[in-house]
């Protein structure tokens, strides 16, 4: 079997989409994405891709290391979303080639299915305690939401306690037993990030997430001895490299690499692996499309130290389409009291409806991160 062709599609609300084809027939989908960077990734895929033309798809740790390792730059987000969506790619092929999930391809599966959160707002909204009750009638058992607005390097108090009311309110409306997961998203700088960390203990949050950007993780030290909260990161860290350090710090509790940023599922394999070796748990991140979503359920199904898997249903970035309008059988990622089965079909376990596919990529898309400035005029992180 050799690979004949990659075919990238940019398709609403702000996925992109490969397809891989053979000449047996079989054909692979992956979701190679950097939110905001659609196309220059896409010219990363088609330029990774042309290696791959004539090669037999079947050899994929080949492949991964021939991408990952043939260029003398190497790494970062733009050329490890393009590896990652070409492996899930794949991945979906071999699994379709053997007639198996992914997961019985990685040793076989140790769960059946996987706790899922949901998102609420959280910046600057005031319903939140509506919006997470919302989410709890529907089902689910924990939500994760955005922890402040903008914040400058030292910030006032005002805006720390309008952070605790947000949570007080959640707290609230879904009561004891329910997670609830603050994403400062990087806004955060380290002087407030620990009084933050501090003063959220009260309201027993899941975790608290990138409590400072990664490129300041020997940060998260300092800010993991002044809370009790477990601290979450790793959804901009893009390879096992990156990793190391922060697992070795003994300051984070959980890591959230993202199957399409993070080498795809070949890569994250050895992430989490390397993360139970270290005892800290998982949170794959994944606020987009349905194949990424795919490819973290299968990883899922065979990592003993996944507790909780992202998903984008209902988010507020899926406008015009959202997570399963891409499917032939939308039935596949049906929640239940929380959780979400394993899909047991061929290879990522989900059909990509082709035609909606080529449908929508028509109408594409050019979504871009919003750009935040304090009032001084100065960029604010997002």
Known sequence: MKITSLECFIVPPRWLFVKIATDEGIVGWGEPIVEGKARTVKAAVEELGEQLIGKNPLRIEDHWQMMYRSGFYRGGPILMSAIAGIDQALWDIKGKYYDAPV????????RDSVKVYSWIGGDRPSEVGEEASERKA???????????????????YKKIDMVLERVAAVREAVGDDFGIGIDFHGRVHKPMAKIL?????????MFIEEPVLPENNEALKEIAQA??????????????????????SGSIAIIQPDLSHAGGITECRKIFAMAEAYDVAVAPHCPLGPIALAACLQVDAVSHNVFIQEQSLGIHYNRGNDLLDYLEDPTVFEYKDGFVEIPKGPGLGVVINEAFVRKQ?????????PVWRHKDGTIAEW
């Open 197 to 205: 960390a501090h003063e959220l203990q009260v309201y027993r949050p």
């Open 361 to 369: 990529a028509e109408i594409g898309h050019n979504w871009k991160n």
């Open 227 to 248: 809370t009790t909260i477990p601290i979450a990161t790793g959804e901009r860290m893009f390879s096992r490299w990156d990793f190391k350090d922060a697992l070795a």
């Open 138 to 156: 529907a089902g689910f058992l924990a939500v994760k939401m955005n922890a402040t607005e903008e914040l400058q390097y030292i910030d006032s």
């Open 103 to 110: 997961y019985e391809l990685l040793g076989g599966a140790c």
